[in-house]
T-cell receptor, first 115, second 114 residues
Framework: NAGVMQNPRHLVRRRGQEARLRCSPMKGHSHVYWYRQLPEEGLKFMVYLQKENIIDESGMPKERFSAEFPKEGPSILRIQQVVRGDSAAYFC?????????????FGDGTRLSIL | DAKTTQPNSMESNEEEPVHLPCNHSTISGTDYIHWYRQLPSQGPEYVIHGLTSNVNNRMASLAIAEDRKSSTLILHRATLRDAAVYYCILRANAGGTSYGKLTFGQGTILTVHP
């Protein structure tokens, strides 16, 4: 079974441009989570989605960031008008169901660099 | 979320067992204890989880103290590929939207010497 697929693996944007990060969860997984890892910092939760619904966006910056997980297709994390501080590794994880005893399966991330 | 405390770093020799400790004195009765690891340039990888009893899987063992205020991840024979940052995470039981997320601390950097 294919794991969580994220693309692109590396993305370079200039300040002010838009960045779109894609995440295809494992087959049969309907729960998706996005995390961000800033340079020299730990992983921070951003948003949790379940097919077409945002369940928890408590970690999302209030402006410029949005996420979706449509009925068909991958989950998308969108960053508008990127700034240097958005440079980070963005990881997506998925699980088949929700529950505190359920592991999350991670992709290898998208490394976003802002020029 | 209840907090965990781990040593910043540990070292081991290849082929030797490694015991990675984690303190979680404020754990609640229904919190699960999860361990993940992150190899360089990769996403986190699930290792093991447990609630009260010790657990074993193909990757590791998890020993949970009787009072659940601490736990130890055991790698029975370390290999060079086990060099990673190991995270001990408490997950609250279902009952609110916050139980979906994983709260990562700084973890323990494990160095394995040949």
């Amino acid at each position: 079974n294919a794991g969580v697929m994220q693309n692109p693996r590396h993305l370079v944007r200039r300040r002010g441009q838009e960045a779109r990060l894609r995440c295809s969860p494992m087959k049969g997984h309907s729960h998706v989570y996005w995390y961000r890892q800033l340079p020299e910092e730990g992983l921070k939760f951003m948003v949790y989605l379940q097919k077409e619904n945002i369940i928890d966006e408590s970690g999302m910056p209030k402006e410029r960031f949005s996420a979706e997980f449509p009925k068909e297709g991958p989950s998308i994390l969108r960053i508008q008008q990127v700034v240097r501080g958005d440079s980070a590794a963005y990881f997506c994880a998925s699980s088949p169901v929700q529950g505190s005893n359920q592991p999350q399966h991670f992709g290898d991330g998208t490394r976003l660099s802002i020029l | 979320d209840a907090k965990t405390t781990q040593p910043n770093s540990m070292e081991s020799n290849e082929e030797e067992p490694v015991h990675l400790p984690c303190n979680h004195s404020t754990i609640s009765g229904t919190d699960y204890i999860h361990w993940y690891r992150q190899l360089p340039s990769q996403g986190p990888e699930y290792v093991i989880h447990g609630l009260t009893s010790n657990v074993n899987n193909r990757m590791a063992s998890l020993a949970i103290a009787e009072d659940r205020k601490s736990s130890t991840l055991i790698l029975h024979r370390a290999t060079l590929r086990d060099a990673a940052v190991y995270y001990c995470i408490l997950r609250a039981n279902a009952g609110g939207t916050s139980y979906g997320k994983l709260t990562f601390g700084q973890g323990t950097i494990l160095t394995v010497h040949p």
